[in-house]
């Protein structure tokens, strides 16, 4: 995480942050309090919620005109949020959390980390299928192989 902070600072122009629905100004407050405490110069930052960048996924597939099986139909900003919300397929998976809360066996829900890959991975489910984009274990979707999550873990 601290890599990418680091290298985040280092690029040029606004480094665009997108969050889940709702959380918006925690998230703003987070980074400027952070920032504040531990760097002598605050990058620019953008927040935006997550929801709004699958609407606008949507929005470019329509306009090429190839909508995927209809996977490209979304009418409002608000369907995507619900599409986002309702997306349960990888709140029980395993693996997902942090290395601290997966010594612990937490549960996912307590773990901003497996939380932001939940959101990530529901967002690449709906995209790849808009785009009729390939998705790929690991990258798209989280491994479902118990044995290589185990493996994984133990490395």
């Known amino acids: 995480m601290y890599v990418r902070i680091r290298n985040a600072c280092r690029s040029s122009g606004p480094i665009e942050v997108f969050v ?3 959380q918006l100004k925690p998230v703003e407050r987070s980074f400027k309090w952070l920032f504040g405490k531990a760097a ?4 620019d930052f953008r927040f935006f919620e997550l929801d709004d960048l699958l609407y606008e996924l949507y929005e470019q597939v329509g306009a090429t005109g190839h909508p995927r099986d209809g996977a490209a139909v979304c009418p409002s900003k608000d369907v995507a949020k619900l599409q986002l919300e309702e997306d349960g397929e990888f709140q029980y998976v ?3 959390t942090c290395e601290a809360h997966e010594r612990l066996m937490v549960a996912n829900e307590a ?5 932001a890959q939940i959101q990530a991975y529901a967002l690449l489910k709906r995209a790849c299928a808009a785009f009729g984009a390939y998705r790929a274990e690991k990258t798209h979707y989280p491994v479902t192989n118990t044995q290589l999550a185990v493996d994984a873990w133990i490395d």
């Open 20 to 22: 889940k629905s709702g």
């Open 40 to 43: 002598p110069t605050r990058p």
């Open 94 to 96: 395993g693996g997902l």
């Open 111 to 115: 773990c901003a980390y497996a939380g």
